[in-house]
C-alpha cells in the first residue's frame, strides 16, 4: 500500500511502534475488499448506525440565502456524529485481528463516544484519552462515554487537549502493541490511519452524490464541509474527486480571526501553518520557526488541532479542493440560524462549514449546494450557552 | 578517528547519561552536563525539547516543557553544545531530536550545523528508515552518524535493514514502550542482543527503563557495549529543582555509582 498523498503523508513513528503500524497495514489490506467483512460492516451501518443518512433540503435556510442547500444529515447517525463509521469498521478490523483493548483519543468526544459504542457492541474493551480542557468543556460526553463502559483517562500533558490526548494514545499503544488497536478518529496520524479513516468515511459521500443525484437529477455545484483533521471532509468528497465540475470546499477553525493567531487554521496562516512532521505525519502544522508545535484554540473541541489530514493538504496542492475558515462568531451565528430557520441544532464543529455559507451567500447564489451536516449540537449546548453569555 | 570508536574500542563498557539541553533552564543544564562528564560518563545523549515529545514518557516530558518555558531553541541548542565542547573536546555527543525540529531547519543544514557544534551522532525518535533517506544523506554529507533504535519487536529482516543504515551505535530498546525508569529489566533485551551482534560490528547501548547499578550491569552482561541512562537523571533534576546545590550532588553520586557498574 502506498503511504503517501503526494508527497504529503508517511509513516513517522517510533520504531517500537513500525510493526504495528505493519500488522495493521497488512490486516488492512486483506479485509477491505473482504466480502464478509463488508457485508457485516454493511450490516452494523445499515441496521445499528441507521444508515443512509437522509439528504434533507433546507427550504428556509435556502430562501434565506439565495441558493440551494441541502444537509447531508450525519447528526442522525447513531451516537450522533460521523465518527461512528469509522469507529465500527475499525473495530470490526481490530476484532478480525485478535485484538481485545481497544483504545482511542477523543476532542469533541464524538470520537470517544463512538469508540466506546462500537465496543459496547461488538464486545471489545475499551479506554478512551481525553485532555481535561476538553473533559471541562464536553462533560456530556465523558459521562456518555463512562455509561458505554469505557474507561476515561484524563491527559494532563502539554496543552490538555487533542493532540495531547494522541500523544498519551500513541505512548498507550507503543506499551501495549501486542493486545491493544489504537483506533485513531481521523485522517491524521501515521499511515495507513489516512487511508483506513476515509476508506470507512467514504460511505458518506457515496450515499450523498446518489441521494442529490435521485432528488434533483443533477450533481451539486458545491459541497462543503468543516475540517479538523477533516475525516468528515474526505468522507464526503472523496466520491466527488472525480466529478471535476464539483467545487470541494473545506472550512478550518478561525478562532477568534487569523490576526489573532488564536484558532486552527493551517491553511490559512501562511505564517504559523506550515509543512512539517507531526504525530506521525507529513502535513500543514501550525508551528514556531523552530518547529515547536503551536497550541489551537476553537470554540469547537473537534476542530482544534494543529495539522491537518494529509490528503487535504495534497487536494488543496491539486487545486481540487478550496480551504477557507469560519471564525468562532461565525461558527456561533451559524449555530443559531440553523437551529431557527431548520430546527436543527448543530454541532459547533459542523456549524462551521454552515457559517462559511451563510458569510459567503453571494457567491453561492442560485447554486445547489450540499452541507455535510457532521453531526448534532445535543453535547455544545452548555458550551455555547457559556460563550453567548445565557445560564442554563 | 572518531570519538565512538576511541570510546568503544577500550575494554571498559561504556555509561551514556541522557538529558535534556536547557533543563530546567539553561545556566544549570550546563552546569548538570559538567556534572555528568567528572562523575565519569563515556559518552553524553542529549535530547532537544520537543513540544510533543510522543516517544518519550512524563519524565522527559516535563523536562521538555521546562525547557521550553524557559525559551530553549535550535539555535541555543548548538550553542550548548559548543560550551560543552569547550569544556570537553574527546567526550562523543550523540543528539537525541524529533523529526519536525530537524526539518524545519532544513535538513542539510541541521546536520551541518550540527557538525560544527561538536556533535559525532543524531538519533531521531519519530523516524523509522523508511523516512530517512534524506536525513541520512545529510548525515553522510556532513560526516554525522546517523543512530536508529531496534526493540524487541523489530523483526530479523527489519535488523539487517536498519545495521545497512546505521552509524555510530546501535540503540538497543531494553523494553517496549515509552521512555521512564522501569523496575526491571526484560529478558527480551538479552534475546535482542543476541540477534543484532551477528549483524554489525558497532558497539550496541542498552536503553529505556535503566534507573540501577544492577540494571547496568545486566545489560552489559547480556551483551551491551553500553547503557543509557535517561528518565533517571532527569528524575533527580525534577526532585531538587529548588536545590541545586543538591541536584549537583546527587547527580554526581548516581553517575559516578552508575559508571561503576560498567567495570564491575
Known sequence: MKTRFGKYGGVFVPETLVPAVEELTLAFGRYKNDKKFNAEFQRLLREYVGRATPLSFADRLSKKLGCKVYLKREDLAHTGAHKINNALGQALLAKKMGKKRIIAETGAGQHGVATATACAKLGLQCEIYMGTVDIERQKLNVFRMKLLGAKVNPVETGSKTLKDAINEALRDWTTNVKTTHYLLGSVLGPSPYPEIVAHFQSVIGKEARKQILEIEGRLPDAVIACVGGGSNAIGIFREFVKDKKVKLIGVEAGGFGIKSGKHAARFADKKLGRLGIFQGTFTYVLQDRYGQIYNTHSVSAGLDYSAVGPEHAYLRELKRAEYYYATDKECLDAFKILSHEEGIIPALESAHAVGYLISNAKRFKKRLVIVNLSGRGDKDVVEAARVMGMKI | ?264
Not at chain 2, 555509561?15 to 530546567?24: A, E, K, N, R, S
Not at chain 2, 558497532?202 to 527503563?209: D, E, R
Open chain 2, 1 to 264: 578517528m572518531n570519538r565512538y570508536k576511541k570510546v568503544f574500542m577500550r575494554k571498559e563498557k561504556a555509561l551514556v547519561p541522557f538529558t535534556v539541553i536547557g533543563d530546567p533552564d539553561y545556566q544549570t543544564s550546563l552546569e548538570i552536563v559538567k556534572t555528568i562528564i567528572r562523575a565519569g560518563a563515556d559518552v553524553l545523549e542529549l535530547g532537544f525539547a520537543f513540544s510533543d515529545p510522543l516517544a518519550d514518557g512524563p519524565t522527559i516530558q516535563a523536562a521538555d516543557i521546562r525547557a521550553l518555558s524557559r525559551n530553549i531553541n535550535t539555535d541555543k541548542n548548538f550553542g550548548f553544545i559548543k560550551e560543552i565542547r569547550k569544556f570537553d573536546d574527546k567526550i562523543p555527543i550523540g543528539l537525541l531530536v524529533y523529526s519536525n525540529l530537524v526539518y524545519q531547519r532544513g535538513i542539510n543544514n541541521f546536520y551541518k550545523d550540527a557538525k560544527k557544534a561538536g556533535v559525532d551522532s543524531v538519533l531521531i525518535a519519530d523516524l523509522p528508515i523508511e523516512e530517512a533517506s534524506e536525513y541520512i544523506l545529510a548525515g553522510r554529507k556532513n560526516n554525522v552518524d546517523t543512530v536508529f533504535i531496534v526493540s524487541p519487536l523489530t523483526s530479523d529482516k527489519r535488523l539487517a535493514k536498519i545495521a545497512q543504515k546505521v552509524r555510530g551505535f546501535v540503540y538497543v530498546v531494553a523494553r517496549l514502550g515509552v521512555t521512564g525508569a522501569r523496575a526491571d529489566v526484560k529478558t527480551d533485551t538479552l534475546q535482542l542482543l543476541k540477534r543484532i551482534r551477528p549483524q554489525t560490528s558497532l558497539p550496541l547501548c542498552a536503553g529505556f527503563g535503566i534507573s540501577k547499578p544492577d540494571h547496568v550491569k545486566s545489560v552489559l552482561k547480556a551483551g551491551a557495549d553500553g547503557a543509557i541512562v535517561g528518565s533517571a537523571v532527569v528524575k533527580i533534576i525534577e526532585k531538587n529543582l529548588n536545590n541545586k546545590k543538591n541536584m549537583m550532588y546527587e547527580i554526581s553520586k548516581f553517575v559516578a555509582e552508575m559508571k561503576r557498574a560498567t567495570t564491575d
